[in-house]
C-alpha cells in the first residue's frame, strides 16, 4: 500500500481499536483518500505492524485501553503533536467478554462492557471536541452493531450498550451540531478475530440466512466510515447506517 499512497487530503483521522479487524480496515479506507491516521488498540506489536503496512509517512499509533482517560488524553495529544489537527473521530474500540443470558449475567462484566463500548466513546469524543472539533468542525463516526437495533440473545449485554451508543451518537449530533456531524454505523457479522466466535467453522452455515450471501468484511466498514467522513455526507448527522448484507430484510419471516 505505501507505494501507491495518494497526495495528503489534509485530514486527519483517530480512530479506536484499529490495530486490525474492522478498525484496520477504516484506517486502510482513510489513508487510501490521502487522509492521516493515529490508530490505539492495546498491543504494541499489531499496531507496529498495522503502521508499517498503512505507511509511517501516514500513520502513528498508541498504546493503551479505551475506557483509560489517561489513554484517551494521550492519544488526542499525539494526534496534535504529530499532525496538528485532528478532523475525525472513530470509535471502534469495544469489548464482549460474556456469552449467555442477561439473567445470569455478572454485573461487573456488564459495566465493563458499558465503560469500553460506551464511556470510553464519550471519552474520546469530548477530548477531540475541546482539542480540535469545537472551533474547527469535523465528524465523528461510533460502530455500533445490529445487535443494538433488536434483541440479541446470549449477547445481551454488547446489545444494550450498542443501543445505548446509538443514543448517545444522537445527542452528541445534537450538541455538536452545525460544526461537527456525529453518526453510527451498525454492522451485523463481520468477519474478524473479534467476532470469530459467531462463524468460525460454520462460515457458510452463517453467512446462508444474508440476502447478499455472504458476511461483512472489514473494508464494507471502511468504505461506510469514509463515506461518513466525507463531503458526500455533509447533510447527515445524528443517524445509524445499518451495514448488514440485508440480514433485517429477514425479520418476521418464518
Same mark, same amino acid.
Given at each position: 500500500?505505501?507505494?501507491?499512497?495518494?497526495?495528503?487530503?489534509?485530514?486527519?483521522?483517530?480512530?479506536?481499536?484499529?490495530?486490525?479487524?474492522?478498525?484496520?480496515?477504516?484506517?486502510?479506507?482513510?489513508?487510501?483518500?490521502?487522509?492521516?491516521?493515529?490508530?490505539?488498540?492495546?498491543?504494541?506489536?499489531?499496531?507496529?505492524?498495522?503502521?508499517? =503496512?498503512?505507511?509511517?509517512? !501516514?500513520?502513528?499509533?498508541?498504546?493503551?485501553?479505551?475506557?483509560? &482517560?489517561?489513554?484517551?488524553?494521550?492519544?488526542? &495529544? !499525539?494526534?496534535?503533536?504529530?499532525?496538528?489537527?485532528?478532523?475525525?473521530?472513530?470509535?471502534?474500540?469495544?469489548?464482549?467478554?460474556?456469552?449467555?443470558?442477561?439473567?445470569?449475567?455478572?454485573?461487573?462484566?456488564?459495566?465493563?462492557?458499558?465503560?469500553?463500548?460506551?464511556?470510553?466513546?464519550?471519552?474520546?469524543? =469530548?477530548?477531540?471536541?475541546?482539542?480540535?472539533?469545537?472551533?474547527?468542525?469535523?465528524?465523528?463516526?461510533?460502530?455500533?452493531?445490529?445487535?443494538?437495533?433488536?434483541?440479541?440473545?446470549?449477547?445481551?449485554?454488547?446489545?444494550?450498550?450498542?443501543?445505548?451508543?446509538?443514543?448517545?451518537?444522537?445527542?452528541?449530533?445534537?450538541?455538536?451540531?452545525?460544526?461537527?456531524?456525529?453518526?453510527?454505523?451498525?454492522?451485523?457479522?463481520?468477519?474478524?478475530?473479534?467476532?470469530?466466535?459467531?462463524?468460525?467453522? !460454520?462460515?457458510?452455515?452463517?453467512?446462508?440466512?444474508?440476502?447478499?450471501?455472504?458476511?461483512?468484511?472489514?473494508?464494507?466498514?471502511?468504505?461506510?466510515?469514509?463515506?461518513?467522513?466525507?463531503? =458526500?455526507?455533509?447533510?447527515?448527522?445524528? =443517524?445509524?447506517?445499518?451495514?448488514?448484507?440485508?440480514?433485517?430484510?429477514?425479520?418476521?419471516?418464518?
Amino acid at each position: 500500500m505505501t507505494s501507491q499512497l495518494p497526495e495528503l487530503s489534509g485530514k486527519v483521522a483517530l480512530i479506536t481499536g484499529a490495530s486490525r479487524g474492522i478498525g484496520y480496515g477504516i484506517a486502510e479506507a482513510l489513508v487510501a483518500r490521502g487522509d492521516r491516521v493515529v490508530i490505539t488498540g492495546r498491543t504494541e506489536d499489531s499496531l507496529k505492524e498495522a503502521v508499517e =503496512q498503512l505507511g509511517a509517512e !501516514r500513520a502513528v499509533y498508541v498504546v493503551g485501553k479505551a475506557h483509560d &482517560e489517561a489513554h484517551q488524553t494521550a492519544a488526542v &495529544e !499525539r494526534a496534535m503533536e504529530a499532525f496538528g489537527r485532528v478532523d475525525y473521530l472513530v470509535n471502534n474500540a469495544g469489548t464482549n467478554p460474556v456469552f449467555g443470558p442477561i439473567a445470569d449475567l455478572d454485573l461487573n462484566v456488564a459495566r465493563k462492557v458499558f465503560e469500553t463500548n460506551v464511556i470510553s466513546a464519550l471519552g474520546f469524543a =469530548q477530548k477531540t471536541w475541546h482539542a480540535w472539533q469545537k472551533d474547527n468542525g469535523g465528524a465523528i463516526v461510533n460502530i455500533a452493531s445490529v445487535a443494538g437495533l433488536a434483541p440479541s440473545p446470549f449477547i445481551a449485554a454488547y446489545g444494550v450498550s450498542k443501543a445505548a451508543l446509538i443514543n448517545l451518537t444522537q445527542q452528541l449530533a445534537h450538541e455538536f451540531a452545525p460544526g461537527v456531524r456525529v453518526n453510527a454505523i451498525a454492522p451485523a457479522v463481520v468477519k474478524t478475530k473479534f467476532a470469530s466466535a459467531l462463524y468460525e467453522g !460454520r462460515e457458510a452455515e452463517a453467512a446462508a440466512s444474508y440476502p447478499l450471501a455472504r458476511l461483512g468484511v472489514p473494508s464494507d466498514i471502511g468504505g461506510a466510515a469514509a463515506f461518513l467522513t466525507s463531503a =458526500q455526507s455533509d447533510w447527515v448527522t445524528g =443517524q445509524t447506517l445499518v451495514v448488514d448484507g440485508g440480514i433485517f430484510l429477514n425479520a418476521g419471516v418464518s
